[in-house]
């Protein structure tokens, strides 16, 4: 059985899961959807240094895969994942998928089907001539609505008929199931937000900046790095003139602990949904998070 490993930033999910790598003969699945990106480390909060334990590298995956400016989205990661996941098995390896991008641990947890569904104007003409009422009815006809996100608006609604019923008209292959023992690292608020800031400075003072200079020198447009958000929004920004570097160091401090809010917000989610996390104290030593961790596998999967 499968190790997910997860929690909001700068709280040492990948270190942790390396360490835990070394001791069970396992192999790391990163599931960071930007340190897939080459040359994006310090933006990223990408650290080799993390996958050395005790002076042997322990082996990761689905990182540095794409070229910046690729879009790479959920689809290709669940590609990729099950791809990588095959193969590590039948080596004999376990596998931990560790990160902290909610939406891929979930399309992967959740066996979610991801195809790319087109659009089907002829559909949605037909569709738009119904009433709210009579969308829903149709919706619960092709499957069972555990939430209202599919519901809160005519457009989701419309979407949702037009994907549920692709794939009861086409022969849509999922991926299989696999189960997984779900750790997630708990630290208090305001003890994250003090990581992530002196984290922040730190990355600065290794060269985040120079790094972003490098990659619009490289070619990659301004805008595309923009899109990437945090890091490389507000360091081009700075870069371009738009905003100074004192603005810069402020707002994207400010960024940050708003993402890692919403990350926790994304894993409680998961939670109400019916995943269980066992969560454990990220103020324990590392020897002490290894072997909890290690515990709760061995405890509730098949190790």
Not at 208 to 222: F, P
Not at 251 to 263: C, D, M, S, V, Y
Request: charged fraction near 25%.
């Amino acid at each position: 059985m499968m190790l997910t490993l997860l929690g909001p930033t700068a709280t040492g999910k990948t270190a942790l899961a390396a360490a835990i790598a070394a001791q069970t003969n396992a192999e790391i699945i990163s599931a960071d959807s930007r340190q897939v990106y080459k040359g994006m480390n310090l933006g990223t909060g990408k650290d080799y240094a993390d996958y050395q334990v005790q002076g042997a590298s322990v082996t990761y995956h689905l990182l540095d895969i794409v070229d910046p400016g690729y879009e790479y989205n959920v689809y290709a990661f669940t590609r990729d994942f099950y791809r990588t996941y095959r193969s590590v098995a039948a080596q004999g390896k376990r596998v931990i998928l560790c990160g902290g991008t909610g939406f891929y641990l979930e399309a992967v947890l959740g066996n979610y089907r991801l195809e790319k569904v087109p659009e089907n104007r002829a559909l949605r003409h037909e569709f738009n001539h119904l009433s709210l009422k009579a969308l829903e009815d149709r919706l619960k006809t092709l499957k069972t609505l555990h939430n209202h996100t599919d519901t809160d608006s005519r457009e989701r609604l419309i979407r949702a008929l037009e994907i549920e019923t692709y794939y009861a008209e086409n022969s849509c292959d999922r991926y299989p199931s696999i189960p997984s023992v779900i750790v997630g690292i708990h630290l208090e608020r305001e003890q994250v937000r003090e990581r992530i800031t002196h984290r922040l400075h730190a990355r600065l003072e290794a060269g985040m900046v120079e790094e972003v200079q490098q990659l619009l020198d490289s070619g990659v447009d301004s805008e595309r790095l923009i899109f990437y958000g945090l890091e490389y929004k507000y360091i081009t920004w700075y870069l371009l003139g738009r905003i100074s570097k004192e603005e810069m160091v402020t707002r994207l401090n400010i960024a940050i602990h708003q993402f890692a809010k919403r990350q926790m917000t994304w894993f409680r989610r998961m939670e109400r949904k019916g995943f269980i996390i066992h969560w454990i104290d990220g103020r324990l030593p590392m020897e002490e998070k290894v072997d909890e961790a290690i515990r709760i596998w061995q405890q509730e999967g098949d190790f």
